[in-house]
């Protein structure tokens, strides 16, 4: 086993890696950036090293600081997380070369399952079905408007490079193309270093389903069930559920030998996940594959009880896979929402900030993974994810209604957050039956619907606040501080007001 | 000590008789207030008071809904009527609408510009946010340059 | 289902029915003590009624006043949680004659398992082994001295409405019989409100191990499993665990078939738990019927993946029980530690204040339940259980490794805790084997080792007092509130040294 | 800035450089304090300081270990040590034993006290401490009255 290992990332992941890594009793490099120093993983490891400015580039991207802490910290495997460094093939080329090993797949798997366009040709041809499209980098408009032609409108477009919505673009009419492509195309350069796009066909009221596979470095592979991870907001996951409502255990069977399938195509090693589209008819299509660690592994966690850190960890010294595949039992269902500091009632406009009270639900089958503490300033350069609510039940009824007693119970103020929106999410009818898809939040107007003002306890509002005008008029010493800050958020509210928005 | 609250369209008259005891519109309840617990005629709620404004609270959660709130002392309400109109003339003041970084500025001073034009673009934890003009005016001052780093509340223009 | 539920408790247990009350969507009505209105669980439910000042017998041994606030608030049952009410067959008749539905046993069978010579009587009856010692009370010395001959020295005196350790002694030596049953009766006679005593032969090195069931009022009754709550400080428990590391699958059939005779034999309803004492030849002997829920349950529930509380409320409304036995399977290990406010270094004194930095320990596997929260100062009056930090894992290492991650994680400032002790105890070469007894405590000289000034981060802690007296020399800003409460504590420290207490 | 610590038998000359440079018995670290979070040569600690006096912490908790120490600015070691063995000879020296404010003074210059007799009252945060008479013997002087605030150390009365 490795004795020390350089965790390059940050925040709840970071936790999240250094809570394995001390069960396995593996010491720990934290790397930080100047504005996380005060960071929770940054506590919590055995060693801390500065890496840069707070800009992703001069800190969690900087490759050549990151094999340098790695080298003369002595740590001799890298976990390289979510996002950042982890999918970046050039970075695990420099790990090999420097031989430090990285917690994932080596190079030569990486740069594959990277190129979406590659990966798509070798899924093909080992006999997964992928969603209509073309298999080269679109040449020019003309080529994409044959291609859209054939396939019919609408279609998408896509970053060969991509991930995580940027790039993406739905054509709905053929005279959109030409200025779309060109806007993709700009995204894709700035976001992924290289212009190509590609075109699919675009599938009706669809569902993400993914797989996670976990492989050894010895042809053993196996899959751990699937993961629903339909409701998103502009193409950003932000509620997952394992078991899939909508798959059945031979569908089950059935994506996970796909999954296994694609994974083998690349010679997949490590942790990693096999995303598909289910269109209306259960059909399914892949689209790719994130060979990574994702947010939501929790769920699958918590269904096997197998600690995915640990075993990417295991896998990577070179162990064999400790369970076959009839080893895998799913017990109940798990369900994570992602409490994000965005305001959903301002088209999820990030709200850092500095958390000033803070509770986190607890009890039976509640799960938090996080890296907030109260005090704690969220800095701005940063993804916006703070929590992550894992919450198991015997049943999915069960899991819906334990989630949204541990959503009522959650407090973070200072911030805004996805918890609101996660409790709406919760009380829809549709969702309950399991009736989602894609645009599930737009369709439903959950938005609209997370109004302040509830009438429900508006006169208790109404109530607490001439109970306190009245204890501040009498004169409590306690109410000075909280002025300066309030100050803070008036000004947003005000903005939003401004900016032509409801008034909240 | 009496107060006049406005929340949405619904207006309240309440009368705090005593810490223990308050009057809205004309029914009584018994409270108990414990820091962020509140007992109204036994039912509990988890209350917190998120901004203030003069010793007034402004926006309250309640079970963690938010409330937003226009309270007056019955008193004063009079000279407030007066302020709220001067305040609603300067509504050409742009308002940095959260904590970031410019990444561009779209238009220069002394330029005309329409209503819902785009004048500055700030970036934070990887999203980008357009800022608006709120009207149409000439701007009249940009008090911030490309690679600010601005808070939330900051003037970052005027439109005259 | 019932609409409404009183909760007859404070603390953490309170919030754990608050909890499961909130997934059934009944609503819950708590009573406080004077000193209890900040508690977390008085914010928790839906209303909350004041019963009167911070003595058990002004507030939550006040029957009256608790079947008034139930009746007046329209509650339709009343759930004791543990402790106070929860096994007083008076209440259970109070109940009972006000139409108020008691969630657990009815009056009968109260009164039969609560007085236990009745209850080991039908208990030997029933062809379950019970420890060797008196059918009826011990009506003289020398009856008692009789017995003591006849059973073999040690034996074990008790109290007959006996628990929690009071009321209890062991004795050696014949000569000193006389004396300890004199203190013992004293005992009981305070505690219990009845003097009367029972004896028992002595078991040598016995493991306390209990059997989770569950009965509805139709007749059908079924066992979750086997708690091994050996782990004991002045027979209190302080750890459990399930499974057993000493009970197999044959032991476990045979305890859990004696527990539904036990529990059958007594004509129970709703969950209980029926204790064995199992000696080193794995013979086990019924000891007692705890018929409430109990403080440890949370390790049943993880490993059954059964929700007790609401199963306790689900049977109090007369529901037929959802599972056979064949349908209970044990998935993995589960531990819990009990979070005491008390200092394991200077005899368990308790040690209440307030909390004033906390964090709680998160991730997988972990759970946690509690009713503290940062700023709540913790009242004198009850008992000084304050967290359950509740760990499963796949198997017993996997459980003994995460715990011990959690507790590293675990911050409480302000109060002493249990947390070291648990550290402690984790670490103990035996304990890991599973080798213990219920003197594993003393025997291990635990408590010698928990001592301050370990050598370990000597110099980090020299570091740390040095550049905080040189940052107060230099004067930040930060530092000056902090010295007003700490004069506080100087003050306190030296003004005992002065009354002529232990310099602390 | 210079420092004397002993934990338990154990003992220690610091030096404290810079902010960010500490000497530990002749041996340097680098150190980044950052609220509760230390790191020494990059190895990273939890601390805390639970209890201090004067500005010295006394009670320091590392990874919620904790240790009792005795800091002592080593500039005023010299001096504190002829104040110590001034103290040893002058036993009759009564010196406050915190900060706070006298309320009371029981006895008189000139008056004999017996050992342990109280001699002023001190309050300080809603405590109060009695002072006591070391020794038996006349008081020779008072040098504080009622009303006054003290400092820890300072000198009280002299019983002689």
């Known amino acids: 086993m490795f004795k020390k290992i350089l965790i390059a990332n940050r925040g709840e992941i970071a936790v999240r890696i250094i ?50 802490i790695a080298k003369s910290s002595g740590a001799q495997a890298v976990h390289p997380g979510y996002g950042f460094l982890a999918e970046n093939p050039k970075f695990v080329k420099l790990c090999e070369k420097n031989r430090i090993k990285f917690v994932g797949p080596d190079s030569r798997t990486m740069e594959r399952v990277g190129n979406k366009l590659l990966a798509r040709k070798i899924v093909e041809e080992a006999g997964v079905p992928i969603i209509p499209g073309s298999k080269e980098p679109i040449k020019s408009n003309k080529e ?108 089950r069977n059935r994506l996970g030998e796909a999954a296994v399938k694609v994974a083998k195509a690349v010679e997949y090693t490590n942790a990693g996940t096999v995303e598909f589209i289910l269109d209306e008819r259960k059909n399914f299509y892949f689209i790719e594959i994130n060979a990574r660690i994702q947010v939501e592994h929790s769920v699958t966690e918590r269904v096997t009880g197998i600690d995915l850190v640990k075993a990417q960890i295991r896998l990577a010294t070179g162990e064999r896979l400790r369970f076959r595949q009839k080893d895998i039992s799913l017990d109940g269902c798990a369900m994570e929402c992602r409490i994000n500091v965005e305001d959903p009632l301002n088209d999820f406009a990030p709200s850092p900030g500095t958390i000033r009270n803070l509770r ?31 919450v198991w039940g015997k049943d999915r009824e069960e899991v819906i209604r334990r989630m949204g007693a541990a959503l009522n119970e959650f407090i ?90 409801k008034k909240i | ?13 309440v009368e705090v008789k005593e810490p223990g005891m308050i009057v809205v519109n004309g029914r009584p309840y018994h409270v108990d207030l414990n820091k962020d617990s509140l007992l109204v005629n036994n039912r509990s709620y988890e209350i917190s008071s998120l901004e203030e404004e003069n010793g007034l609270p402004t926006l309250i959660s309640v079970n963690q809904e938010l409330y937003r709130l226009e309270i007056e002392e019955a008193e004063k309400l009079a000279v407030r009527r007066k302020i709220e109109r001067l305040e609603e003339k300067e509504e050409g003041t742009i308002i940095s609408p959260m904590s970031g970084q410019i990444i561009s500025v779209e238009a220069s001073e002394g330029e005309r510009v329409n209503k819902d034009e785009v004048i500055l673009i700030l970036e934070a934890m990887k999203m980008e946010s357009e800022v608006f003009s709120p009207k149409e005016g000439r701007i009249k001052e940009i008090r911030v340059a490309k690679g600010d780093m601005v808070n939330t509340g900051d003037v970052l223009a005027i439109i005259e």
């Open chain 2, 1 to 13: 000590m009496r107060f006049r609250v406005a929340v949405g369209n619904d207006h309240y008259r």
């Open chain 1, 19 to 68: 809570r394995a890594c001390r069960e396995l009793g593996i010491q720990t490099v934290a790397v930080y950036s100047s504005v996380d120093r005060a960071s929770l993983y940054v506590k919590l490891a055995h060693e801390a090293y500065f890496l840069g400015g707070p800009q992703p580039k001069e800190s969690y991207l900087n490759m050549r600081k990151i094999i340098e």
């Open chain 1, 360 to 390: 986190f639900p607890g009890g039976l089958g509640v799960r938090v993974d996080s890296s907030i503490y109260s005090g704690y300033t969220i800095p701005l350069y940063y993804d916006t994810l703070i929590a992550k609510l894992t």
């Open chain 1, 144 to 251: 994409a408007r044959d291609l859209a032609r054939r396939l019919g409108l609408p279609i998408i477009i896509k970053a060969a490079y991509g991930g995580g919505g940027r790039g993406l673009r739905r054509v709905n009419r053929l005279k959109e193309l030409p200025s779309l492509l060109k806007v993709a195309r700009l995204e894709a350069r700035v976001s992924f270093d290289d212009p190509a796009l590609y075109i699919e066909k675009y599938i009706r009221n669809p569902r993400h389903i993914e797989v996670q596979i976990l492989a050894d470095e010895h042809n053993n592979m196996i899959h751990l069930g699937e993961r629903d991870c339909t409701i998103q907001r502009r193409y950003q996951k932000l509620l997952e559920e394992t078991p899939s409502p909508v798959v059945d255990e031979k569908l």
């Open chain 1, 412 to 501: 973070i103020e200072g911030v805004k957050t996805t918890v609101p929106l996660h409790k709406a999410i919760l009380c829809e009818r549709d969702f309950q039956r399991g009736k989602i898809s894609l645009s599930f939040i737009e369709r439903h107007r959950l938005l609209k619907r997370l109004k302040v003002n509830n009438r429900a306890s508006e006169k208790i509002a109404v109530i607490t606040g001439c109970l306190l005008a009245y204890q501040n008029r009498k004169g409590t010493p306690l109410k000075r501080e909280k002025k300066r800050e309030n100050l803070w958020r008036r000004g947003f509210a005000e903005s939003k007001w401004r900016r032509g928005l």
